[in-house]
T-cell receptor, first 115, second 115 residues
């Protein structure tokens, strides 16, 4: 079974430019997460989807970040415009929504460098 | 104060040693406890998953949860150089609402096993 697939793996952009990341979750997983991981830190949640609905976006900087999950499958995270402080690894994860919780599986991440 | 506290290390031990990794937390709603292993430039990989209090063993790995103390541990027996990675604890509350399925991570402990 294929895991969570993210692309691109690496991205280098100049500040003020836009950037987008793509995630394909594990088939059948209805919950999808976007996390940001700064160097030497644990992942921090940006947004969580249940199917196509964003149920927790309280940590998403909405002035420059946006996300969508069309048809409740693939998801895209966008930053426009990017700032130097956005340099981090952006991780996508998915889980199967079950009563009482379940394990989340992560993709390889997209390493963003803003110069 | 962060919801989940984890000593970032680094921790360096000789091959064959028993390793103990720990996290404390403040949110009593957490019911699901996970340990992820993250190799350099890779996404987090689920290692152990436990519900509520108690122990869980999987090969050389043992996870312990003490909800009364809000303290979780991961033990690695007969440690190998291939165990060298960053270990992240993560927790999730139970129940509905916006907090459900929200996975909160510790900072991660960087572990090196020396041959």
């Amino acid at each position: 079974e294929a895991g969570v697939v993210q692309s691109p793996r690496y991205k280098i952009i100049e500040k003020k430019q836009p950037v987008a990341f793509w995630c394909n979750p594990i088939s059948g997983h209805n919950t999808l997460y976007w996390y940001r991981q700064n160097l030497g830190q644990g992942p921090e949640l940006l947004i969580r989807y249940e199917n196509e609905e964003a149920v927790d976006d309280s940590q998403l900087p909405k002035d420059r970040f946006s996300a969508e999950r069309l048809k409740g499958v693939d998801s895209t995270l966008k930053i426009q415009p990017a700032e130097l402080g956005d340099s981090a690894v952006y991780l996508c994860a998915s889980s199967l929504d079950q009563v009482g919780g379940t394990e989340a599986f992560f993709g390889q991440g997209t390493r963003l460098t803003v110069v | 104060q962060k919801e989940v506290e984890q000593d970032p290390g680094p921790l360096s031990v000789p091959e064959g040693a028993i390793v103990s990794l720990n996290c404390t937390y403040s949110n009593s709603a957490f019911q699901y406890f996970m340990w992820y292993r993250q190799y350099s430039r890779k996404g987090p990989e689920l290692l152990m998953y436990t519900y509520s209090s108690g122990n869980k063993e999987d090969g050389r790995f043992t996870a312990q949860v003490d909800k009364s103390s809000k303290y979780i541990s991961l033990f690695i027996r007969d440690s190998q150089p291939s165990d060298s990675a960053t270990y992240l604890c993560a927790m999730m509350p139970m129940g509905g609402g916006q907090g459900a399925q929200k996975l909160v991570f510790g900072q991660g402990t960087r572990l090196t096993i020396n041959p």
